[in-house]
């Protein structure tokens, strides 16, 4: 079934700033490096460049700078060390034998590896409310990357709706690209954001950035309202405006507050949730972050899991965003190094003290803008809440009322989870409404089982399909039922 | 139109690729996601069970929203697919 591996010293998977790091780190100590990516360009979707043979300066600035600053992290991928596979999935992993499966333009490979370090980012939530699945309504970091490696304007009015710092940064991305912001909606109310900026006290770089582009926000007359959710996006078949509403503490819409906006585009987040799944196939602990109020993957001050030989670094170990993400991939690439003999040019145990400040940094900034269960009550019965299967939120009621307390149970009972995202996207949102259902805290909410493959790869890949050369949805794998 | 490309960047030649049996500009480099919305285009499919229009949605090639059939090859990721000259995309 498979063929025999390709042998290197480190496989590092996910080449954003965490993988880059650890494959640049990893290298000059003298290992021989295979960093594999999904996407056709390293950087990750923090650092992604332009796909277009464009020169940065004829992006809009912030975005820009943000072009240059990755280009500068990644010429040090031009190491005859580090082997960079672009367009590779890797879809599964043999933890004993540390194999990667892997499926990229040259077909099914197999790569068998010394160390793994997983560094695979994270994914943005988001929470369903009516009209969520028309065209016109996108993630934040979607419109963004669609602005940075595309060079397009998602639309005309947009529409920010969420909670954190991305969403002020998003919009002085946008406006400087000539779209217009209508509003920007965050979750928190002025009061709970006042209450826990002291936690940021200290940290200046992080206090600044966000005070920067809120003034610019504020001078070009943005309105930003504290404390106000999207109950629904209007429109026959694509979006043409918002219903926004006033959201109490809890996150439980304030009925009577609804106004209408009108909108081309709507961009959500609600923060990011860790891409687990990989490390999860490979069998890694999860923890779960009580900052950020996701699952992650469990270390020790190593940033070794649980599974012997599998590291994790960045957004796999809980959010941190870029910078945490630059030192734990450094310091991953370092450790994997070393534990196989080479010297890595770096000074570890600062490298440890600089990447457990910034992890502290980062934890006061998630405590700042959590996700509240109480958004669920926005969502009516007839919504779907898992977008592959067209699950609606009444089916997934029924089935708690009938006493399904776990994801898991969730996934027989109402096919949510099954297709082709693989619970991506409704497993967070299922988590809020068991939570908001059931009283029980998203702690106790073990997330859906990961399982290879972790995203539908051709059936040749795995060993199987037909041999006619004509694609099929039999020919699939990972798609769950053909039903969408 | 909701879509445009941001005027400043310099994107050579123009290339068609086909939508439906309709050609539409596209330029090197772009992902045919950013092609198809330029030319207008949100609704990039419909859902087989309830019928429902879905577009772009992630941008990063994780909710499966934004698949067409491409040269043959169905269920293929527009945003993480790029533009070649002559490719054939069949809305699904």
Known sequence: MFEKPEQTDIAIIGAGPAGVAAAVTAAHAGAQVTLLDESPRAGGQYYKQPALDAKDKQFPPTVAENIRKGRELLSDLQHSNINFQH???????????RILNLYGPQGAQNLQAKRIIIAAGAYERVT????WTKPGVTTVGGAQLLLKSQGLKIGQRLLLAGTGPLLQLAAVQFMEAGMEVAAILELQSRKEFLLKAPKLWGHWDKLGQGMANQKRLLEAGIPF???????????????????????????IPVLGSEETIEVDTICLNYGFAPAVELARVAGCTMVFDKYFGSFAIETNENLETSVNAFFVAGET??????????LEGKLAGAIAGSQLGFTPKVDESNLRKEQQQARKAVAALGTMF?????????????????????VTAGEVRRAIEMGVTQLNQLKPWTRVGMGRCQGRICGGILNQMLADETGVSISEIQPFTSRAPIKPVPMESVGGGDDSGEFTWEDHVGYGAART | MTATR??????????????????????????????????GRRAFRHTVKGKQA???????????????????????????????????????
């Not at chain 1, 367009?87 to 034998?97: A, C, K, M, R």
């Not at chain 2, 310099?10 to 919305?37: D, Q, T, Y």
């Not at chain 2, 929203?65 to 070649?84: F, K, L, N």
Request: glycine residues 12%; hydrophobic residues 40%.
């Open chain 2, 54 to 92: 879905r577009g772009f949605f992630c941008g990063m090639g994780m909710c499966f929203d934004c698949i067409a059939t491409v040269d043959g090859v169905p269920h293929v990721r527009t945003c993480m697919t790029e533009v070649s000259p002559d490719c054939v995309v069949e809305l699904e």
């Open chain 1, 370 to 390: 959590p996700l509240k269960s109480g958004l669920c009550k926005l969502v009516k019965d007839e919504v779907p809440v898992c977008r592959c299967e067209e």
């Open chain 1, 128 to 131: 369903p409310f009516t009209g």
């Open chain 1, 87 to 97: 367009s590779t999935l890797v879809w599964n992993v043999l933890p004993e034998e």
């Open chain 1, 317 to 326: 170990r809980g959010i941190g965003g870029v910078e945490v993400a630059l």
């Open chain 1, 225 to 251: 309202k504290f404390g106000y959710t999207v109950a629904e996006a209007t429109g026959d078949e694509e979006v043409n405006g918002a219903v926004i509403m006033k959201v109490n503490g809890k996150g």
């Open chain 2, 6 to 39: 941001y005027k400043k960047i310099e994107r050579g030649k123009p290339i068609s690729i086909m939508v439906n049996g309709e050609a539409i500009e596209a330029f090197h480099g772009e992902s045919i996601a950013a092609a198809m919305l330029a030319s």
